[in-house]
């Protein structure tokens, strides 16, 4: 087992593009969570899938923003018509649950730049 | 929703010293605080965690205490050394906010050699 991937590791776009960042949790894991995180901030909750369904979504989160993991495996982010603010590393973390907290295990993320 | 406030925002130590960084929370609901260590170009790396129904928890030279009374944890290591050096964060979670964690805005630990 290698951890969680993520890919790509660095995406530079142009404001009006579309972006989508793909993330393999650990194998076993059925919890899948989507974070952002800026620089001098902790990560901030995006989104958050158990198997296939997606169970939480930020207020936050823009309608541009939507992710998908259609086999309760990998899970993939996409980003439409991407925004200087939407420059960020979008971090991937998966977990097995449980009844009274969790161990959330993190990609090393993808970090994107909107130009 | 929860709220998580992290100090002091930066700490220098010199190596073989201890180090503390200090949190504090909102939700009292709250029952699981995860701490996370990220180096840079890095994901979040879980070094401890301790849950509502323990007040104290150590792992070789990190401890965590947390004090629900006054809803605030900490994390102490002793003995720092360089590799220590890097960015971490505090975490809570609580059942009323499903499966968020709230991150604080991290602490960035420099250990002097």
């Known amino acids: 087992d290698t951890g969680v991937s993520q890919n790509p590791r660095h995406k530079i776009t142009k404001r009006g593009q579309n972006v989508t960042f793909r993330c393999d949790p650990i194998s076993e894991h059925n919890r899948l969570y989507w974070y952002r995180q800026t620089l001098g901030q902790g990560p901030e909750f995006l989104t958050y899938?158990?198997?296939?369904?997606?169970?939480?979504k930020s207020r936050l989160l823009s309608d541009r923003f939507s992710a998908e993991r259609p086999k309760g495996s990998f899970s993939t982010l996409e980003i439409q018509r991407t925004e200087q603010g939407d420059s960020a590393m979008y971090l991937c973390?998966?977990?097995?649950?449980?009844?009274?907290?969790?161990?959330?295990?993190f990609g090393s993320g993808t970090q994107l730049s909107v130009l | 929703g929860e709220n998580v406030e992290q100090h002091p925002s930066t700490l220098s130590v010199q190596e073989g010293d201890s180090a503390v960084i200090k949190c504090t929370y909102s939700?009292?609901?709250?029952?699981?605080f995860p701490w996370y260590k990220q180096e840079l170009g890095k994901g979040p790396q879980l070094i401890i965690d301790i849950r509502s129904n323990v007040g104290e928890k150590k792992d070789q030279r990190i401890a965590v205490t947390l004090n629900k009374t006054a809803k605030h944890f900490s994390l102490h290591i002793t003995e720092t050394q360089p590799e220590d050096s890097a960015v971490y964060f505090c975490a809570a979670k609580a059942p009323s906010t499903g499966n968020q964690f709230y991150f604080g805005t991290g602490t960035s630990l420099t250990v002097i050699p």
């Open positions: 939700d009292s609901a709250s029952n699981y």
């Open positions: 973390a998966s977990s097995l649950g449980g009844a009274f907290g969790e161990k959330l295990f």
């Open positions: 899938f158990q198997n296939e369904a997606q169970l939480e």
